[in-house]
Each structure stands twice: as structure tokens, then as C-alpha cells.
């Protein structure tokens, strides 16, 4: 059963970075993933996902820019770099796997079957 655990969250500056890291308890190679947050009374939304087929990603449009999706198949990792924090960035991130294949990444939610238990990253002002 594949399970997915994130790390990397923390405390952070406005302007800072961090890079979070989805490793996954086996191959991922063929599944899309995507990075979701859950900010304090606001609903679960997609920020950025990578494809398996060709690494195409897409990314939310307030990220675009600062956010930065990559894979490391090898490594059963996913990672997300975070520059240039801001306070809204605020939230609990997930990452989640797509088990269908050979069809681009999407950053819907409902696309994925199998989530992480995800990490928590706060951005101070």
C-alpha cells in the first residue's frame, strides 16, 4: 500500500524559503502528485502537481514564481521549494498521489486517491 509522508515544514520569515519533501514507501514513478494547503478556516486547495508521464507541472496562480515543483523518481521524493514566503502562504501542506496514469497532472483535489498526513508551515510577518 503505498503511503506518503511529508517533511520540511517550519517556521519562516516573510521572504524566506523552505523546501518541503513528499518521500513515498515505494515507487512513484507513474503517478502524478500534487501539493495541496489547508490554511486556518479555509478549504483544502491545490498549489502546484507534477506529471509522471512527461514532469509537466502546473501551479496555483498566486505561487506562480516563487513555488517550484521537482521529482526525484530514484528517490521515491517529490519535493516543493517555497521562496519568497509570505504570510498567506500559511498553512498545512499535503502532498497527494494520483493513481491514474498516462493523463497530465491536474491541481483538483479530487483527482487523488492516496494523501499524506501533511506538514505545517507558518510564515511570519
Known amino acids: 500500500q503505498l503511503q506518503l509522508v511529508e517533511s520540511g515544514g517550519g517556521l519562516a520569515q516573510s521572504g524566506g524559503s523552505l523546501r518541503l519533501s513528499c518521500v513515498a514507501s515505494?515507487?512513484?514513478?507513474?503517478?502524478?502528485i500534487g501539493w495541496f494547503r489547508e490554511a486556518p478556516g479555509k478549504g483544502l486547495e491545490g498549489v502546484s502537481c507534477?506529471?509522471?508521464?512527461?514532469?509537466?507541472?502546473d501551479y496555483k496562480e498566486s505561487v506562480k514564481g516563487r513555488f517550484t515543483i521537482s521529482r526525484d523518481n530514484a528517490k521515491n521524493t517529490v519535493y516543493l521549494q517555497m521562496n519568497n514566503l509570505k504570510p498567506e502562504d500559511t498553512a498545512r501542506y499535503y502532498c497527494?498521489?494520483?493513481?491514474?496514469?498516462?493523463?497530465?497532472?491536474?491541481?483538483?483535489?479530487?483527482?487523488?486517491?492516496?494523501w499524506g498526513q501533511g506538514t505545517q508551515v507558518t510564515v511570519s510577518s
Open positions: 497527494a498521489a494520483d493513481l491514474a496514469e498516462n493523463m497530465p497532472c491536474v491541481t483538483d483535489l479530487n483527482a487523488y486517491e492516496v
Open positions: 515505494r515507487f512513484i514513478s507513474n503517478y502524478n
Open positions: 507534477i506529471s509522471a508521464s512527461d514532469g509537466s507541472t
